[in-house]
């Protein structure tokens, strides 16, 4: 009874369906492969080069089982009209900090007063709202958790996903620069209430005691850190590459939820034709 829907990804869940063969190359790997086959004698380092990009140009694009998953939950959520909740007491904390951490951010990097921005956005293959809508870059904050999550020593960007959810949000507010701002906040209450509580209980208590409740809070708020141990930054360009081969993900997704969706509503008999 339900016509196919129209598949786009949020940004936040591209990574999701990026796994399995990438795409195609980038024109400097389309140009280093030419140079490579022109070559009338190649060292062996060479030979596999040019086999991992001859492979890279003629692979196929396919799903991974994770995509698949990820689209048969998301063809779930079109078909029956329900939404799957996930949460978590990492990602409360996170949802709970949000406006304490975008004013952190803004202190330490000098913007002055800003706001989230609400704006969400979407063209034919995307939809998504970043977390801040600068004029030259667009900005995503992720709470850690603790120190022990927080990505003190990490010279890269530790999550993909990440990458491309960024990668997102630049193609849709059209900028070139984007950021990811690691901050360490203090819990609040209910969350240091809440871990406090889960402790005793795994300790056999029933209730939680004074000292408890101290070490949980000492363990989940950093007054005592400075500013300068408490974001972690990073700052990355806008790759068309990238963008495009999200694109054409987009693409072949549509082809396996057209592919299904068909074929489980026609056992159905619900299928409009």
Do not use: H
Not at 101 to 110: E, H, K, R, S
Not at 232 to 256: G, H, N, P, T, W
Request: charged share 30%.
């Amino acid at each position: 009874m339900k016509p196919t829907p129209l598949f786009k990804i949020r940004c936040s869940q591209i990574g999701q369906i990026m796994g399995g063969a990438f795409g195609k190359p980038t024109e400097k790997q389309l140009q280093l492969l030419s140079e490579l086959e022109a070559k009338p004698k190649r060292t062996a380092k060479q030979d596999e080069t040019l086999a991992e990009l001859i492979e890279k140009r003629d692979a196929k694009p396919t799903l991974q089982a994770g995509a698949k998953t990820y689209l048969q939950t998301w063809m779930k959520e079109q078909l029956y009209s329900r939404t799957k909740e996930f949460s978590n007491q990492y990602t409360a904390k996170g949802i709970l900090c949000e406006p304490q951490a975008i004013q952190f951010v803004a202190d330490v990097m000098g913007y002055g007063l800003i706001e989230k921005n609400t704006e969400r956005l979407e063209d034919e293959w995307m939809t998504g709202e970043c977390d801040l809508n600068l004029s030259d870059i667009v900005e995503d904050i992720k709470n850690s958790w603790d120190v022990f999550t927080f990505p003190l020593f990490a010279t890269e960007l530790p999550e993909k996903d990440y990458y491309y959810q960024l990668q997102g949000y630049m193609n849709l507010f059209g900028k070139n620069k984007a950021a990811v701002n690691y901050c360490l906040i203090d819990a609040p209450e209910e969350i240091i209430d809440q871990v406090a509580r889960s402790v005793s209980y795994k300790a056999g208590n029933t209730e939680v005691d004074f000292d408890l409740y101290e070490e949980v809070r000492a363990k989940m708020t950093f007054s005592d850190i400075p500013n300068e141990l408490k974001l972690k930054r990073f700052e990355f360009d806008r790759d068309e590459s990238v963008i495009q081969a999200i694109k054409d993900r987009v693409e072949l997704c549509r082809v396996y939820v057209n592919e299904e969706w068909e074929r489980v509503l026609s056992a159905s008999k619900l299928l409009t034709k």
